[in-house]
C-alpha cells in the first residue's frame, strides 16, 4: 500500500461521518473533497467541503459504492487520499487493491488485513494460532451436516449458528436443542447463500447473558500498535447498537490490559494498519471471546476521544501518511467517562419504520437545559451531525441523523449529562427515536449497569 503525505483528501462517504472526517482534515489544514449522489447534491457534508463531485444517481450503488467513480473523483480533484468512513467502501478489499494500483492512499489497513478478518471462520483460525481466546464452538472446512450437528452436541445447547461469510446478523440463528438443529441449518444456509452466495457455517456456545466490550486498536506502519482502552456496547436492538459507553463498566485494571493485549495481538497477527476495533462477548465471570475485528473507524470512536483526549481522525490521517503514532501505550489515560446515544429518523411505535420528510428545526440547545453555551461548558456535550435545520431526510440510505456524545467527570455525572443533553435535542419535521433514547439513559436498570446484549429485550415493558 501506499503510505505518503498529501494535501487533499477525499472522503468517500456522506451525513454525519464524512462531515466528522472533514473537521479534522481541515483543522489540519488538509483541503477537503466530498462526493455526492443525486440525492444528497444539497447535503451538509457537500456544503462543507471545498470542492464536491458528483457520483450518480441516488442508490448507493450507483454512487457512493462506484469503485470507479470514487476513484476518478480523486484523480480529478487531486486527492492524494481517500477516507472511507464506516459502511461503503470501508471494507471493500478490491477497492484498496484499485486505489493501491491508482496511487492514491487509503486511509485504512492494507487489503491483505481486510481479507483477513472478512470471513468468519478464517478469522478465528488466525485468532487461534495468535493466542486470542475464542468462544467454544467449531469453525473447520468440513461443513457435512452429520459432523455439524456432532460438533453442536458436543458444544452443548444452545448453540448459535453463524454463516461464515456472514455480517448484519444475516445467518445467524440461536439453536436451544438438539431437535431444532436439522432445521435451524437448513434456514441459516438458505438465507447465507440468498445474501452472501456461501453457506458455510460455524457454530458457537451461545452464551446467554453476555456483554458487548471492543477494544480500539492502532498500529502504525512502523510496527507500533496500541489499545485505547475499551467500549461497552451492549444495548443493542437486533444486533445494532443504540448506546455506547467507555470506558466499560466494572472492568479491573487487568482484565483491562488482558483484553487490551489480546486486541493488540490480533491486530499485529494480520498485519494491520490504522484504526481497529476487535470486539469481544464478555461474560459475567469475565472471561472474554474474541467476536470479529472491524477493520475501518467505528460509529462510537467518539467516545473513545472523549476519555482519551484523542484525536482518531487525526490519527488515521498521521498514520496515512507514514507518520509513527502519536502517543505509546504508557502515554494513554482514561480521563472520565463518556456515552454516545444514535439519534436515528425511525418511528420506534412503528416498529422502527425509518422516516423521512423536511427538518424544520433541528437544533441544541444547551443553555435552556442547563448545560451552559460557553466553550468551556459546550467541551462535555458534542453533536456530530450530517445535517441542519431545512435539510431533507430522504429514505435511500442509513436512517441515522446525527450521533449525542458527552463526557463527565465519572458515569453518573455523564449520564446526567447525556439525559438533559437528550432533552435539549429539538427536532421537527421528521420522527426520530429520541424518546426511546430517553427512556434507555434514564432506565433504573442501565444507569445501575445492569448491561448485557438482551438489554432491551429483557425491559421492553418500559421502554416502549
Ligand atoms: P454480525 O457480523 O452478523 O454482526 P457478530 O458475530 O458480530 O455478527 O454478532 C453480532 C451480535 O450477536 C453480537 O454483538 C452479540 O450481541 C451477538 N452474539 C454473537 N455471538 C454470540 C455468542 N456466541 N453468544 C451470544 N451472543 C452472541
Redesign the pocket.
Known sequence: MSLSRFDTLLVANRGEIACRVMRTARAMGLRTIAVYSDADANARHVREADEAVRLGPAAARDSYLKVEAVIEAARRTGAGAIHPGYGFLSENGPFVEALDKAGITFVGPPASAIAAMGD?SAAKTRMQAAGVPL?PGYHGADQDDALLRAEADKIGYPV?L?ASA?????G?RVVESAADFQAALDGCRRESRAAFDDDRMLI????TQ?R?VEVQVFCDSHGGAVYLFERDCSV?RR?QKVLEEAPAPGMTASLRREMGEAAVRAAKEIGYVGAGTV?F?LDADGAFYF??MNTRLQVEHPVTEMITGQDLVEWQLRVAMGERLPLAQDELTIDGHSFEARLYAEDPAQDFLPATGRLERFALDLAGAGLGSSQKGSDKVRLDSGVESGDEVSMHYDPMLAKLIVHGANRDQALATLNRALAALDVQGVVTNRGFLQRLAGHPAFKACELD?RFIEKHEASLF
Open positions: 468468519k468462544v448459535l453463524k456472514g455480517g448484519g446478523g444475516k445467524m458457537e456456545k451461545y452464551l453476555p458487548h443493542q444486533h470486539e462477548l467476536m470479529e446484549t
